[in-house]
């Protein structure tokens, strides 16, 4: 459990939360000003990548954006953002451990681990090796009012892989954002708000699936990592009560941390995060992450409360809300002081 405390983040006084084109066409904005954030003391000397992490999980951006910090320099610094694709993560799997914390306690934050065995390929079932996603799903059909209009409401933190080093560059192969889901909206107010209602930091703009709308926010790019490496990367969620700002980090051992934070003008998450699915699944629109025969991985999924606190036992649920899948099958889920734990494997 050492490993909780890595991404602990604290967020925008206390925030938590890949660098070139992709083969997808992703749109890189404006960098902004390279902005290199210190602590008001002298940062300290590191030595060594879990006591960096640790620093870095407790270290605020200064402003919504995009931001990077190379191991072993206990700096965040600003880096490029990109549009994320206009491709949907689907609701709807449900075949998924999910963890709930004890007594409807609502969710500040949610730091997911992976430990594999075994693995030595993986492939999309659309778009090929190597493509994946990770996602912290919130629970869904919570009831919100955006610009006046009831409707219900989803969030999913995603960081996706987007292909090999050979096709997208070594610089720029994933990309660490939000999506925003409302859900029946299309269905009850036949479109999906206008570009004057799009939420602040950037976005590829409202977009209908179905009878639902969403958003997908700019996001920070990461440089390539292969799925093989899925047990050096910590990824984690966030949604702040204090500035109603949320974010998401994906951190890759020993080499550095790639954050996105915005301020959350859609959903207020943090008044309605009861339930966290967090697991590896398909890179988009109902595929599947395909894994060679013998494949095992353990994952963690880590509860904390907005301000940092932890739970008591989690708990575990029988669920799921995306409908990307992966091709192996799921395991006891056990609990422990604040997470939930399970096998998958084929």
């Not at 605020?60 to 990109?82: E, L, R």
């Not at 699944?281 to 025969?293: E, I, L, T």
Request: with cysteine; proline share 5%; glycine share 10%.
């Amino acid at each position: 459990m050492a490993r909780i405390a890595l991404l602990t983040h604290t967020r925008i006084r206390e925030i938590l939360p890949w660098a070139m084109l992709l083969s997808l066409s992703l749109t890189l904005l404006p960098l902004s000003a390279a902005i290199v954030v210190a602590p008001m003391q002298s940062p300290p000397t590191f030595t060594n990548w879990a006591a960096w992490q640790a620093y870095m999980a407790k270290l605020p951006t200064p402003q919504t954006g995009c931001f990077v910090a190379n191991y072993p320099v206990a700096a965040w610094q600003g880096t490029q953002c990109a549009t994320a694709p206009s491709e949907t993560m689907s609701v709807g799997n449900g075949n998924d451990w999910v963890a709930k914390g004890p007594s409807g306690n609502l969710i500040g934050q949610t730091i997911g681990f992976l430990t594999t065995a075994g693995l030595t390929s993986e492939s999309d079932s659309r778009k090929g090796a190597h493509y994946y996603s990770l996602q912290i799903n919130s629970n869904s059909g919570f009831a919100v009012t955006y610009h006046g209009k009831s409707t219900k409401g989803w969030e999913q933190f995603l960081f996706d892989a987007n292909g090999s080093s050979g096709s997208c560059g070594t610089t720029a192969c994933g990309l660490v954002y939000i999506e925003y889901w409302l859900l029946g909206y299309y269905a009850a107010y036949g479109s999906c708000p206008p570009a004057s209602q799009d939420p602040p930091g950037g976005g590829f703009g409202w977009a209908k699936s179905g009878s639902n709308c969403y958003f997908n926010t700019d996001g920070a790019l990461t440089p390539f990592e292969a799925a093989t490496n899925l047990s050096n990367i910590g990824f984690s969620g966030f949604a702040g009560s204090a500035a109603s700002t949320d974010g998401d980090m994906m951190c890759s051992e020993g080499v550095a941390c790639y954050t996105l934070t915005i301020t959350d003008t859609v959903l207020n998450l943090y008044k309605h995060w009861t339930q966290s699915e967090f697991n590896v699944f398909g890179y988009c629109c109902r595929s599947q992450a395909n894994f060679n025969s013998g494949t095992t991985i353990d994952v963690q999924t880590i509860l904390e409360k907005a301000n940092g606190a932890s739970f008591g036992t989690a708990v575990c649920v029988k669920g799921g809300f995306t409908a990307e899948t992966n091709n192996l099958s799921l395991g006891s889920c056990s609990t422990g002081k604040t997470y939930i734990a399970f096998p998958e494997s084929n």
